[in-house]
């Protein structure tokens, strides 16, 4: 998990992503999970796992998005799958977690029927998701590591 100031794509089309959010500042929260396989084929085997993985981020990401709202916060989760926003009405355009990776961590992108990064130590095998908050860092980073802790969630070591 990582957060992080808007992608220029974000900044500029944020409007159509997300129509009822007017905030002044904005704050992407990525969320990385290592999958069991390679995301390059699609198997019933890979299908399966992607939905594994994309339930595990809507669980975890449900319980950060409500606590900083109840903070005051506006906060989304995208759905992985669509790139629609799952707690307002969705826009225009669609978010690409993909290319928010690519943009703010600077993953290499394998172009597919989907497309696929490249982990520096996953390799193909990571699952990308995103929050996006007004919520400040001093916020929301306490408030992902409680949630990861009760998810069981582990951190990795860099």
């Given at each position: ?15 159509r ?11 992407v ?8 396989y ?7 085997q890979?299908?399966q796992?992607?939905e594994?993985?994309?339930?595990k ?62 982990h ?39």
């Amino acid at each position: 998990m990582s957060v992080h100031p808007p992608s220029p794509y974000i900044a500029q089309n944020l409007e159509r992503i997300l129509p009822d959010w007017k905030v002044p500042n904005l704050w992407v929260v990525i969320v990385l999970q290592q999958s069991r396989y390679e995301l390059v084929e699609t198997t019933p085997q890979v299908e399966q796992e992607k939905e594994r993985l994309r339930e595990k981020f809507m669980r975890f990401g449900f319980d950060v998005a409500f606590n900083l709202r109840d903070h005051g916060y506006l906060s989304n989760l995208i759905d992985p799958r669509t790139g629609y926003p799952l707690l307002s009405r969705p826009g225009e355009i669609i978010h690409d977690d993909t290319a928010v990776v690519k943009a703010l961590l600077g993953f290499p992108l394998m172009r597919n029927k989907c497309r696929v990064l490249e982990h520096p130590r996953w390799g193909k095998a990571v699952y990308p998701s995103t929050l996006l908050t007004s919520a400040p860092p001093k916020i929301i980073k306490p408030v992902l590591k409680n949630i990861a802790a009760f998810h069981g969630w582990k951190e990795q070591k860099k």
